[in-house]
C-alpha cells in the first residue's frame, strides 16, 4: 500500500470520528486486563474524550490510537466488536434507516450519511454483475496497519446493522477483501457466514439485488422526514465526497469506452480545466484517481464474466489496445487481468459446488 501523503494528512485534521470505536477497544482493554495508559500520548486525545458520544475525533490520531491498541488486544477484535453490533448503536443513522419502507431505501440513507456516526471507511456502490448490488469499502485515509482491522469491523458492524433492519435470514452472496487471508480466516466464516475470498482487488460486499425490495416493518414516513432531517444538520463539512466529484463521477462512468479526459469532462460542466483541478483537489482526490477507481471497478465486475474477452473488457473501459489495458491493470491492482480472471472464476465455481 502507498504512504500517508500530505492530502491524506490534511483530509485528517477534520474532526469526523465518533468515540465508539475507540470505547469499544477500551471495554475490551479494560475487560480482558490489556495495559492501555499509553495509547493516548502525543495524539492530544484523552481517555475522557473517548467518554463523551457528543465529542468528534480527528481520523489520524484515531488512527494512531487504533494502532497501539492492537498491538495488545485479540487479534481479532474488529470481528468481535462488529458483529454485536446493533441498530441502537448506530444512533441516529440507525434510526433513519429504520423509518425506510425498503431495505434498499435505507441502504441509501446509510451510504448518504454514514459521517454522522462517523467512520474510517464507507461504502460506495460499486459495479457488480446482473441482479445483484455490490458496495466497496474506502478508507478514509491511508493507514496500512491498521487496514485489517478497519476492514473487520466497518463489514461486520454494517452486516450487523443490516441484519437488524430485515432479519438475521440476510447472507451476502460474498465478501471480498483485498489483503491475505488472516490466520483466523475460519472466524471470518463464523461471522459473516457467507463465502469470503481474500487477495480481490477491492474490499467488497455482494448481495441479492433482491434484498432492496425487502419492507421495513419500522417504516414511518412522517419520523422520516424529521430524522433525515436532522441527520442532514448534523453532517460534518468536508466528510464525503462534494458535489463536484459526485459531478465527474456521474459523468466518467457514463463515457468510460470514450475514454474521456479532463478537458472534455471540464467542457460538460463548464468549467476550464484548471478550475476542474482545483475543486476535485479542493475535495481531496484528481480527476486521474476517479478516472482510475472507476476504470478497476467497473473492470473488476467484467471479468467475472466468461462470455467477454480481455480485449473487450479493456474496449469496456476505455482501452483500444489490450496491452495498454494489461499494462494499467497490473499497475494498479498488482495483477494482469487475464490471471485475476482465472482466479475470480476459480472462487465463483467454488462457491457453487
Not at 483530509?11 to 475507540?22: E, F, G, T, V
Not at 473487520?152 to 461486520?156: M, T
Not at 437488524?164 to 438475521?168: I, K, M, N, P, T
Not at 489496445?321 to 487481468?337: N, V
Given at each position: 500500500?502507498r504512504?500517508p501523503?500530505?492530502?491524506?494528512?490534511a483530509?485528517?485534521?477534520?474532526?469526523?470520528?465518533?468515540?465508539?470505536?475507540?470505547w469499544?477497544?477500551?471495554e475490551?482493554?479494560?475487560?480482558?486486563?490489556?495495559?492501555?495508559?499509553?495509547?493516548?500520548?502525543?495524539?492530544?486525545l484523552?481517555?475522557?474524550?473517548?467518554?463523551?458520544p457528543?465529542?468528534?475525533?480527528?481520523?489520524?490520531?484515531?488512527?494512531?490510537v487504533?494502532?497501539?491498541?492492537?498491538r495488545?488486544?485479540?487479534?481479532?477484535?474488529?470481528?468481535?466488536?462488529?458483529r454485536n453490533q446493533?441498530?441502537g448503536?448506530?444512533?441516529?443513522?440507525?434510526?433513519?434507516?429504520?423509518?425506510?419502507?425498503?431495505?434498499?431505501?435505507?441502504?441509501?440513507?446509510?451510504?448518504r450519511?454514514t459521517p454522522?456516526v462517523?467512520?474510517?471507511?464507507?461504502?460506495?456502490?460499486s459495479?457488480?454483475?446482473s441482479?445483484?448490488?455490490?458496495?466497496?469499502?474506502?478508507?478514509t485515509?491511508?493507514?496500512?496497519?491498521?487496514?485489517?482491522?478497519v476492514c473487520?469491523?466497518?463489514?461486520?458492524s454494517?452486516?450487523?446493522?443490516?441484519r437488524?433492519?430485515?432479519?438475521?435470514s440476510?447472507?451476502?452472496?460474498?465478501?471480498?477483501?483485498?489483503?491475505p487471508?488472516?490466520?483466523?480466516?475460519?472466524?471470518?466464516?463464523?461471522?459473516?457466514?457467507?463465502?469470503?475470498?481474500f487477495e480481490?482487488?477491492?474490499?467488497?460486499l455482494?448481495?441479492d439485488a433482491q434484498?432492496?425490495a425487502?419492507?421495513?416493518?419500522?417504516?414511518?414516513?412522517?419520523?422520516?422526514r424529521?430524522v433525515?432531517?436532522?441527520?442532514?444538520?448534523?453532517?460534518?463539512e468536508?466528510?464525503?465526497p462534494?458535489?463536484?466529484?459526485a459531478?465527474?463521477?456521474r459523468?466518467?462512468?457514463a463515457q468510460?469506452?470514450q475514454?474521456?479526459?479532463?478537458a472534455?469532462?471540464?467542457?460538460?460542466?463548464h468549467?476550464?480545466?484548471?478550475?476542474?483541478?482545483?475543486?476535485?483537489?479542493?475535495?481531496?482526490?484528481?480527476?486521474?484517481?476517479?478516472?482510475?477507481?472507476?476504470?478497476?471497478?467497473?473492470?473488476?465486475a467484467l471479468?467475472?464474466?466468461r462470455?467477454?474477452?480481455?480485449?473487450?473488457?479493456?474496449?469496456?473501459?476505455g482501452?483500444k489496445?489490450?496491452?495498454?489495458?494489461?499494462?494499467?491493470?497490473?499497475?494498479?491492482?498488482?495483477?494482469?487481468?487475464r490471471?485475476?480472471?482465472e482466479?475470480l472464476?476459480?472462487?465463483i465455481?467454488r462457491?457453487?459446488?
Open positions: 500500500m504512504q501523503s500530505d492530502q491524506d494528512s483530509k485528517s485534521d477534520i474532526a469526523l470520528m465518533s468515540p465508539n470505536l475507540l469499544g477497544l477500551l475490551t482493554a479494560d475487560r480482558i486486563g490489556a495495559p492501555s495508559d499509553d495509547w493516548f500520548a502525543g495524539t492530544g484523552s481517555r475522557a474524550q473517548v467518554a463523551d457528543g465529542v468528534r475525533l480527528p481520523n489520524r490520531p484515531t488512527a494512531i487504533i494502532d497501539r491498541a492492537l495488545v488486544l485479540p487479534e481479532t477484535i474488529g470481528l468481535d466488536i462488529g446493533h441498530v448503536n448506530f444512533g441516529l443513522l440507525g434510526l433513519a434507516m429504520t423509518t425506510a419502507a425498503t431495505f434498499g431505501e435505507a441502504l441509501q440513507i446509510g451510504l450519511f454522522v462517523g467512520s474510517l471507511m464507507r461504502f460506495v456502490e459495479a457488480s454483475e441482479g445483484t448490488v455490490a458496495l466497496a469499502g474506502q478508507m485515509l491511508t493507514y496500512p496497519s491498521i487496514h485489517r482491522f473487520e469491523e466497518f463489514f461486520s454494517c452486516l450487523a446493522l443490516a437488524g433492519l430485515v432479519g438475521e440476510l447472507r451476502p452472496l460474498r465478501i471480498e477483501f483485498s489483503y487471508a488472516p490466520d483466523y480466516a475460519s472466524h471470518y466464516r463464523d461471522v459473516f457466514d457467507c463465502p469470503v475470498a480481490q482487488p477491492q474490499n467488497r455482494v448481495l434484498w432492496l425487502a419492507p421495513l416493518p419500522t417504516h414511518n414516513p412522517i419520523a422520516s424529521q433525515l432531517a436532522l441527520c442532514e444538520a448534523q453532517m460534518p468536508g466528510a464525503v462534494g458535489e463536484v466529484t459531478a465527474v463521477e459523468l466518467l462512468r468510460l469506452p475514454d474521456p479526459k479532463l472534455g469532462i471540464a467542457a460538460q460542466l468549467v476550464s480545466e484548471r478550475t476542474l483541478r482545483r475543486q476535485l483537489t479542493g475535495e481531496g482526490t484528481s480527476f486521474h484517481e476517479i478516472h482510475d477507481r472507476l476504470r478497476i471497478d467497473h473492470a473488476y471479468l467475472r464474466e462470455h467477454l474477452t480481455i480485449a473487450s473488457v479493456g474496449a469496456a473501459i482501452y489496445d489490450p496491452r495498454d489495458f494489461r499494462r494499467a491493470f497490473k499497475r494498479l491492482t498488482g495483477e494482469t487481468p490471471a485475476l480472471r482466479r472464476l476459480a472462487e465455481a462457491e457453487r459446488r
